[in-house]
């Protein structure tokens, strides 16, 4: 079966990174907002943002830095380059999302399944433009180009990862109910985004 290659104009990249990073930060709001957790560098940002003085936006600018040199090295310029164009966006959408938005009621349980529903579609979009949510994002495109491991179930076994981490900062019930987000998550991209479908050209 032949391999099918994704080309867009600069045009539709640009509107797919910024529809695809709005819908993103503004699940990774709706987890903030409740005190729940998203998985992989995103969970490991949240984690920092409760255990350390620094903000999410901060801590997951950071974390995405050392990724990028395997991002040049095996995925390309290109693709390293809209990563880091998502990884800031998001960063400034989540940062300033309190200028456009409060919550007078949001259900942790809601925010947790449709949160996670608009990060895997936010990310699921970056993909189809050949780009990402940085760190581990990489790392599983990166898995998948070179031996075909599957971006969603890779992703799953991360957030459990996190979510084990998480038992040292915050409570059950909030760990209970991010669990809901990451299955929420992992099933856009368990079953919407198959290896070859969208290959990363150097």
Known sequence: ?????SQHSL?????????????AALGVVFFKSTGLLIGGTSGLAFLGQYATIFSFSEVFFVINLPFYYLSYRELGLAFTLKTFIS???????VEYASLFMQFQLLD?????????????????GLLRHQASLGG??????????????????FQMAVDCMVLILAIFIVDWHAIALSI?????????????HKPGRYSVNR
């Open 136 to 153: 581990l994002n990489i790392l599983a495109q990166y898995l998948s180009k070179k031996h075909g491991v599957s971006i969603g179930k």
């Open 108 to 124: 942790p349980l809601y925010a947790a399944f449709i949160g996670g529903l608009l990060v895997g579609a936010g990310l699921l």
């Open 87 to 93: 990884v800031l966006l998001l960063s400034v959408f």
């Open 11 to 23: 045009f539709e990249d640009a509107q797919g990174i910024l529809i695809g990073t709005l819908l």
């Open 180 to 192: 809901v987000g990451a299955i929420s998550y992992n099933l856009i991209l368990v079953i919407n």
């Open 1 to 5: 079966m032949s391999t099918i290659t």
